[in-house]
Nanobody
Framework: QVQLVESGGGLVQAGGSLRLSCAAS????????MGWYRQAPGKQRELVAV???????NYADSVKGRFTISRDNAKNTVYLQMNSLKSEDTGVFYC??????????????WGQGTQVTVSS
């Protein structure tokens, strides 16, 4: 059993900042990539940022220069620092981890989501 628990969402004014955290726990052998996805009302879930086990990052064009993804491998935790927030950043943010539960089982796991609302 693997669990991803997110925290840090909330309501913020445009131009403000929030920091999301996601901790993975349970039967984990090794974590490959960790990332954040966003689902805005009425839209499909989209990639926001992803980070590899070695620290290589990739961002959606819409958040480059404003968001920073990082991870603490010792704590199996990924973070998303969001600055200069805009109203279009509003949505439910989901944490994702691609990980090995055992040496023979790998898969994608998701958190329950955390709401981020940016007021203009």
């Amino acid at each position: 059993q693997v669990q991803l628990v997110e925290s840090g969402g909330g309501l913020v004014q445009a131009g403000g900042s929030l920091r999301l955290s996601c901790a993975a726990s349970g039967s984990i052998f090794r974590i490959n990539t960790m990332g954040w996805y966003r689902q805005a009302p009425g839209k499909q879930r989209e990639l926001v940022a992803v980070i590899s086990s070695s620290g290589t990052t990739n961002y959606a064009d819409s958040v480059k220069g404003r968001f920073t993804i990082s991870r603490d491998n010792a704590k199996n935790t990924v973070y998303l620092q969001m600055n200069s927030l805009k109203s279009e950043d509003t949505g439910v943010f989901y944490c994702n981890a691609n990980l090995w539960q055992h040496a023979w089982k790998v898969g994608d796991y998701w958190g329950q989501g955390t709401q981020v609302t940016v007021s203009s």
